[in-house]
Nanobody, 116 residues
Framework: QVQLVESGGGLVQPGGSLRLSCVAS????????MSWYRQAPGKERELVAV????????IYADSVKGRFTISRDNAKNTVYLQMNSLRPEDTAVYYC?????????WGQGTQVTVSS
């Protein structure tokens, strides 16, 4: 069955870094655009970053530009989110998403907490 499994979240101090991973299975990963979303308590889920199926041009939310980097390894069915210079406002549950035309899948999320 389809699975997206995120990992790499945790507690980090402001200014620190984390690297999230999302391992996909059960579908043809290489033809899907992959995204990271996040949802903070009491807020709507928001798009963080997108990477097309073949890599290349990426899209970032203004709030994370220059600090976060999305990448993918189609040989490993994995998408990554490198997060640097983390801020308290980056605290949220981070979700992995796969999308192709009308098909879409979500992971279960991983908690990122930025606090001193």
């Amino acid at each position: 069955q389809v699975q997206l499994v995120e990992s790499g979240g945790g507690l980090v101090q402001p200014g620190g870094s984390l690297r999230l991973s999302c391992v996909a299975s059960g579908f043809t990963f290489s033809v899907y655009a992959m995204s990271w979303y996040r949802q903070a308590p009491g807020k709507e889920r928001e798009l963080v970053a997108v990477i097309p199926s073949a890599g290349g041009s990426t899209i970032y939310a203004d709030s994370v530009k220059g600090r976060f980097t999305i990448s993918r390894d189609n040989a490993k069915n994995t998408v990554y989110l490198q997060m640097n210079s983390l801020r308290p406002e980056d605290t949220a549950v981070y979700y992995c998403n796969a999308k192709r035309y009308w098909n879409g899948y979500w992971g279960q999320g991983t908690q990122v907490t930025v606090s001193s």
